[in-house]
Structures are given as structure tokens and as C-alpha cells.
């Protein structure tokens, strides 16, 4: 059966046709319905590679959480939360959907502001604590004593009097802070990780945890069973920044700088052509480093009349959207590579935005393609046949 072959490069009016459908779904709250937009899209759009949809959806829901980031976290989530959480079932993932944002994201910044409060409060229970440990453990002869100089000297005035309570007030409050932090430096302390979860000042979430990890480890919210219950469904639904998606992206990339790898190895004409990989590169303690860097270089032959010389090699597992190859993203990256390197290739293995126009001016510095070696193009090394053949055209 012959392999259907779906189109990866796109012109810019299909592109932006794309993502306009993508933003309006974000709008209509499938954000956060598991895989709800990339079926609506991929169906919409069938002859337009899987992949290459899904890397631009991701991309949209990135730049769109971007944008209202500031605006939708800087009030309380908290107490917006606390408010629907007795009226739906899955009150964190209807809290996203209302704010049309990532489950996940909206889960850790209210986890965050959790261990903030809870936090604030420990501190200020803590302070109480200790004034009343001040008051309540003075001994009975200290206050009897006290009591007894005051009511013996009649002499004294009314002011004078307070005055002398005052100061003994306040150098017993001294001598019992000093005591105890002696005490609480020598002790050996464990961490609030092993104290009693009976105890009143035990904040659990408040311990050596980022909101980062607590997330992803729901069975470390133990002091509120249902909100750990409620973050582990957002984790599974969102599959923008869920556990499980932000595991598959850096698998992805991964996989695919081996394909690249196995692809250069299998190429006859490259036999020769050793070459160096990110990891070896900063061995030898380069910091602008390609996923791929070639000892010597090779040329790229397009009809017999374009030739494009390749000293390096970038891979990257997603979509080449115009956000990704503006000349901001250019100077940030790829520059520092033609810099060091000379020109190179990047392959977006999801395909790119095929826009010559804008592109022309990077042209000379690298060289985008969709798959390795590109197609329609014959590599050559380097020698004085291959010299005298471009210096020719």
C-alpha cells in the first residue's frame, strides 16, 4: 500500500488561515478539552501533515498564554477557586476554562499562592507562639517577686511604677528569645517534612517543594487530598503543559537529533565527512554549539545552478513559523552559528513557512529544509572538482 504523502511546507495564507481557526477555538473554551482542537484542526486540514498542525497549535496556545500571562495572574486564584470548589466537579479545570488558560499553568500559580498563604500564616502563628511561651512559662516566684517589690514600695509613684514593670517586661522578653534560639540552633532540626501533621503549625505544601514539583507529584499535597485530586486531572488534561506533554516534547527533540545523526552516518557521500555533536562540542569548550558541527564542510547542489555550502547542521522538532525565523530569533541563535561556524542548514522536520521574500536576506547565512539530506539537492564534498564547478556557475 502506497504511503500517503502529506504537504509540510505551507505558503503564508494557509498558515495564517491556520491559526486564525486555532485562536477561535482557544476562544470558545477547547483549551483545556484533551486533544479537542488538534481534532478539529487535523480534520479540517487533512491533506497538512499531523505534526506539522500540532507544532503550530502548540506554538499558538504558547504565544497566546504569553500575551495574557501578567494580566490573568495578578489577582487571587485562591479565593476564585475556593469560591467554585463546593459547585463543580472538577472545579481547578472549570477555573482554567474561565480564564482560557493552560489547566496546568493555572494549577501551579494557585499552588504557588497556596504555599504563600499558608506560609505568611505559619510565620505569624510562630511569632504568637513565642510571646505567649514568654508570658505563660515565666515562673510564679519571678511574678510573686515582682509583685512584691511593686506593692512594697509606696513611695514610688504611679509612673515610676510602670516604668520598673516595663523594663523587667522587657528583659525577660529578651533572656526567653535568646534562650530559645540557643536552643533551636543546637537541636538538631529534621525539617517540617518529618513533623507531625497533627500539629497546628505544620504547613505541608511550605516545605523544601517547589510548586513546580509539587504538581507533578500530587501525593506530596497531603494536607488537602481534593485539591491534590483536582491538580492531578489538570496534569492529565492539558496537553500543552501537562506532565505527560512536556515529557513527549523533550523526548521528541531528542529522538529526532538521532534521526539526524543516523541519517549523516547512512549518506555515502559523507563517509569522510566526520562531524562533531553538541555534547562534544562543549567538551572541547565551545558555548554556541549546533546539534551538529562537520569537520570539513559539504555543498548542497540545487539543479546544477544554486550550490549552498553546509558547515553545520541545527535540528529542531517542530514547525519553522515566521515567529521562529525572524531576524530577532536570527541574532539570538543562528548568527552566533554562521559567526563561528560559516553557513549551515536548519531542518524543521515539521516543515516551514515558505516565504522567500522575507527569507532572502538569510539566505546566505542558512539553509532551511524539512528532512535530511533536503530534497532535490545532491550533496557534495568539498574538493578542487567541486571548486572549480561553482567558482563556473
Not at 46 to 58: A, N
Not at 90 to 112: E, G, I, T, Y
Not at 129 to 143: A, D, G, K, M, R
Request: some cysteine.
Amino acid at each position: 500500500m502506497e504511503q500517503r504523502q502529506f504537504q509540510k511546507i505551507l505558503d503564508k495564507a494557509t498558515y495564517e488561515e491556520i491559526c486564525t481557526c486555532v485562536d477561535e477555538l482557544i476562544d470558545c473554551k477547547e483549551l483545556n478539552r484533551y486533544h479537542s482542537i488538534e481534532r478539529t484542526i487535523k480534520s479540517k486540514y487533512e491533506h497538512i501533515d499531523p505534526r506539522s498542525l500540532q507544532s503550530i497549535i502548540d506554538q499558538r496556545v504558547q504565544k497566546y498564554t504569553v500575551q495574557r500571562h501578567r494580566s490573568v495572574f495578578s489577582g487571587s486564584l485562591y479565593t476564585k477557586y475556593k469560591d467554585i470548589e463546593d459547585k463543580s466537579k472538577f472545579p481547578l479545570l472549570d477555573l482554567s476554562d474561565n480564564l482560557k488558560m493552560p489547566a496546568m499553568l493555572v494549577a501551579k500559580a494557585l499552588v504557588q499562592e497556596k504555599m504563600r498563604i499558608e506560609k505568611q500564616h505559619s510565620e505569624s502563628t510562630q511569632s504568637t507562639n513565642e510571646i505567649s511561651n514568654i508570658t505563660t512559662n515565666t515562673s510564679v516566684n519571678e511574678l510573686s517577686s515582682a509583685t512584691i517589690n511593686t506593692t512594697l514600695n509606696d513611695t514610688l509613684t504611679t509612673e515610676e511604677n510602670l516604668l520598673s514593670q516595663l523594663q523587667w517586661l522587657s528583659n525577660a522578653i529578651t533572656s526567653k528569645v535568646n534562650k530559645q534560639k540557643e536552643e533551636n540552633k543546637n537541636s538538631s532540626f529534621i525539617g517540617e517534612e518529618n513533623l507531625s501533621l497533627n500539629s497546628s503549625t505544620t504547613s505541608t505544601l511550605s516545605c523544601n517543594h517547589s510548586n513546580h514539583r509539587l504538581t507533578t507529584n500530587t501525593y506530596l499535597i497531603k494536607d488537602d487530598p481534593v485539591l491534590a485530586y483536582q491538580v492531578f486531572v489538570c496534569s492529565v488534561m492539558d496537553s500543552y503543559y501537562g506532565s505527560c506533554a512536556e515529557q513527549l516534547k523533550s523526548l521528541n527533540g531528542k529522538r529526532y537529533e538521532h534521526i539526524l545523526r543516523q541519517k549523516i552516518n547512512k549518506y555515502t557521500d559523507l563517509n569522510h565527512a566526520l562531524y562533531w555533536t553538541e555534547s562534544q562540542c562543549r567538551a572541547r569548550g565551545l558555548d554556541m554549539t549546533p546539534d551538529i558541527v562537520l569537520h570539513e564542510p559539504v555543498a548542497l547542489v540545487q539543479n546544477e545552478d544554486k550550490t549552498f555550502f553546509v558547515n553545520w547542521i541545527e535540528s529542531k522538532a517542530m514547525f519553522g513559523c515566521e515567529g521562529s525565523r525572524t531576524r530577532g530569533a536570527f541574532q539570538k541563535q543562528l548568527f552566533p552559528y554562521w559567526n563561528r561556524y560559516g553557513p549551515g542548514v536548519v531542518v524543521y522536520w515539521f516543515g516551514y513557512v515558505d516565504n522567500k521574500t522575507q527569507d532572502g536576506d538569510l539566505s546566505k547565512y542558512c539553509f532551511l529544509a524539512d528532512d535530511w539530506p533536503p530534497k532535490n539537492s545532491k550533496i557534495l564534498r568539498y574538493n578542487n572538482n567541486l571548486k572549480k564547478k561553482v567558482q563556473a556557475l
